[in-house]
């Protein structure tokens, strides 16, 4: 990453962090759509007052905004997109090997015990974990 970047001038750096952040963007406006859709259950510590079919729709010009910004990037900023891309499919595809292998050690953070452990650690308070406990996050001791 360094070698590559070390090849741009600056304005390319600022428009290689621009997309890549960009890029963020798209997948943050898509679980917003998904998550609004599909789990209109869920309890939220606030929400954006507007009906669920809408929740395309107001991501849409921020989307189409991000499109045309990508569009006119150069081919140094496609090149290093390209580049992470393929080095997260490399480094999630080792990972899944080394788990399957087990060539290490991996904590499943997804257990009760954990989630208990994290519940007391970082909410104390009594109303923090009743909440929690409605939500079927984690499951307190009478």
Do not use: H
């Not at 798209?26 to 939220?44: N, T």
């Not at 900023?77 to 060539?103: D, G, H, N, P």
């Not at 904590?107 to 007391?120: G, P």
């Not at 009743?130 to 499951?139: F, M, R, S």
């Amino acid at each position: 990453v360094i070698v590559v970047m070390s090849l741009a001038d600056f304005s390319q750096l600022v428009e290689i962090l621009n997309a890549n952040y960009a890029i963020s963007l798209l997948m943050e406006y898509a679980a917003f759509v998904k998550l609004r859709i599909s789990r209109k259950d869920i309890e939220r510590p606030y929400r954006i007052p507007m009906p669920d079919w809408f929740a395309f729709f107001f991501v849409l010009p921020p989307s189409i905004a991000i499109m045309i910004l990508l569009a006119v990037s150069s081919w140094m900023t496609y090149f290093f997109i390209l580049m992470v891309f393929l080095a997260s499919v490399i480094l999630i595809a080792a990972q899944q090997i080394s788990k399957e292998r087990c060539w290490f050690e991996f904590d499943n953070i997804n257990t009760r015990e954990t989630r208990k452990e994290y519940v007391e650690i970082t909410f104390g308070g009594q109303e923090e974990r009743d909440a929690l406990a409605e939500n079927g996050i984690v499951e307190l001791e009478p």
